[in-house]
């Protein structure tokens, strides 16, 4: 049997990491998503949507399905997941590994304010602004719910479930954005203060270049720390070594 590498996915990084694994002969790959969007970008090699049932479910299914190693390239954020997966891998013996882009560092001129959670973000904006960029995601938008004296735009792909804040408009779009597109999406809604998570990377990082150029503040939801024991690594690289393939 071909080696089978089972990648948690819905990354940029994920999508590489598992066209760079099919295209090596004699290696099996299959990538999971979540299923939170409704027509996710195409990957390579073996696909399934939906979620395990919990660090037993996914324990099962990499035992049913010969699976010899468990890469997590979810979104840094999706905590619930990687926990799941250190559980799997340690009751199962599958060796994994922790794909996380490193998260960003403010540069000259930048205006940012760390806060450990959308709450947080929440309880900092009226210092802020009142005109809110809010590119967090679909999920998590509660938070803001209360905020019944601020004004929001929230972009993300399929559209939000409520509760959202009184005042916000939806901006459906699935990036790559250039920093021309983030600048222009600032200035024609009069925003005034961004806020995001740490996710790291290029792919969305336009906005705070847009941000900087423009004076804005933004408000940056740190991290959360991956669990103890798993081994973490920052590109497709770092995972290919440590599954003992050749660099591409």
Known sequence: MPPHVLILGGTTEAR????????????????????????????????????????????????????????????????????????????????????????????PGDDWHAVPSLTGAAEILPRLGRRVFLS??????????????????????????????????VVLARGPFTTADET?????????????KDSGGEATAAKLTAARELGLPVVVVRRPEPPAGLTVVPDVAGVLERLGFAPS
């Open 16 to 107: 590489r990491l598992a066209a760079d694994l099919a295209a090596r002969p004699g290696v099996r790959v299959t990538t999971s998503l979540a299923g939170r969007v409704a027509r996710p970008a195409a990957v390579a090699g073996e696909l399934r949507i939906g979620g395990f049932g919990g660090p037993d479910g996914l324990a099962d299914w990499l035992r049913a399905h010969r699976v010899d190693a468990l890469v997590d390239a979810t979104h840094p954020f999706a905590e619930a997941i990687t926990a799941n997966a250190a559980r799997a891998a340690a009751a199962t013996g599958v060796p994994a590994v922790v794909l996380r882009r490193p998260g960003w560092r403010p540069g």
């Open 136 to 169: 967090t995601g679909r999920l998590g938008l509660a938070a803001f719910a209360g905020a019944a004296d601020l004004h929001f735009v929230v972009r993300s792909v399929d559209p939000p479930e409520p509760p959202l804040p009184p005042h916000t408009r």
């Open 184 to 196: 222009s999406l600032l200035r024609d809604h009069r925003i005034d203060v961004l806020v995001t």
